[in-house]
């Protein structure tokens, strides 16, 4: 299996950290967001499934749980240690692409580990009208960033973002039990 640390040395450009979100942060990630009740849920980006352990005790029995991972490698990974996860390697602007290869309308959740930080602009933007696109009208999306970035200009255009899409947008506890300490972003469509 690949460590995040060595996808982080290989690719720093596409993976945003260099040790996996801690069990804190994923917990937080799940909760308050509709878990429960959702016929589909997705995770953009994966990785090493730190947040996909967390996501799989909290699905319904007959909901589905579709995880899209762009890097091949942790992609493959994933299958064998998540036989519930439909694993789909891919980007995540594909979402609505995504969701229709398996034959689903819209996810009621959406949750991102995705490095938005690292990011163009551009990125940002298709990968948050794919989230749009394929999440169902008061569909629930959770993502998270660092603490220290938040006050700089790409932290704030980030969260303005989010605040223009969402009909809702949350902030979460601090969970300083990660490196480095993040909070969730809850957004609602």
């Known amino acids: 299996m690949s460590s995040i640390f060595t996808r982080f040395l290989c690719h720093p450009g596409r993976v945003g950290a260099f040790c996996a979100s801690s069990r804190a942060l994923a917990v937080e990630m799940t909760r308050s967001i509709g878990m429960g009740s959702a016929r589909t849920v ?3 980006g994966p990785g090493t499934g730190a947040i996909t352990r967390e996501i799989i005790p909290r699905l319904n029995k007959g909901s589905d749980f579709i995880a899209v991972e762009l890097d091949p490698e942790l992609a493959e990974s994933l299958h064998g240690r998540f036989p519930r996860a439909r694993i789909c ?3 995540a602007s594909h979402l ?7 034959n689903k309308e819209a996810a009621d959740v ?3 580990g995705l ?5 163009p602009e551009k990125l940002q933007d298709e990968i948050l009208e794919g989230v749009l696109a394929g999440l169902a009208p008061g569909g629930r999306f959770a993502t998270f960033a660092y603490i220290q970035g938040v006050m700089l200009p ?3 255009r980030f969260r303005r973002r989010l605040e223009n899409l969402f009909s809702e947008v949350e902030t979460s506890r601090i969970v300083w039990r ?3 300490p993040a909070f969730v ?5």
């Open 178 to 180: 990660n490196l480095p």
């Open 110 to 112: 959406i949750l991102s």
């Open 115 to 119: 490095p938005w930080a690292i990011f």
């Open 89 to 91: 390697c891919g980007c």
């Open 42 to 44: 997705v995770e953009l």
């Open 154 to 156: 790409a932290g704030i």
């Open 185 to 189: 972003y809850r957004c609602k469509k």
């Open 96 to 102: 609505p692409r995504i969701l229709e290869q398996e």
